[in-house]
């Protein structure tokens, strides 16, 4: 099945910048979209990003927009989320999974990894 292995999780100071990535164990990038998806303790998994397959436009809740860019290098079995400007609310564990299309609809995505905590506190 794989799944991935995300990376880049840290304490950040509000205003700061993390690079999270994402790499596919297991299987290839090949014909899926990545989203990236972020959870707090005690609420639901809510999306974050997600990166088309075909032509590989991002899209970004708008609570994001902006501030973060993804990526994905299909080589390297890769996707990066840079997070610039970041804010205390983005603290969150985050994950990234796979699915033909992108969305935001999180039970529909597959090779779920175990993520990486992102802090931004002062």
């Known amino acids: 099945q794989g799944q991935f292995v995300e990376s880049g999780g840290g304490l950040v100071q509000p205003g700061g910048s993390l690079r999270l990535s994402c790499a596919a164990s297991?299987?290839?990038?090949?014909?899926?979209?990545v989203g990236w998806f972020r959870q707090v303790p005690g609420k639901e998994r809510e999306a974050v990003s997600c990166?088309?397959?075909?032509?590989?436009?991002?899209y970004y809740v708008d609570s994001v927009q902006g501030r973060f860019t993804i990526s994905r290098d299909n080589v390297k079995n890769t996707v990066i989320l840079q997070m610039d400007n970041l804010k205390p609310e983005d603290t969150a564990v985050y994950y990234c999974?796979?699915?033909?299309?992108?969305?935001?609809?999180?039970?529909?995505?597959?090779?779920w990894g175990q993520g990486t905590e992102v802090t931004v506190s002062s």
């Open positions: 990166i088309s397959e075909t032509d590989g436009r991002g």
């Open positions: 999974a796979t699915d033909y299309l992108c969305s935001w609809y999180a039970p529909g995505f597959q090779h």
């Open positions: 297991g299987f290839t990038l090949d014909g899926y979209a």
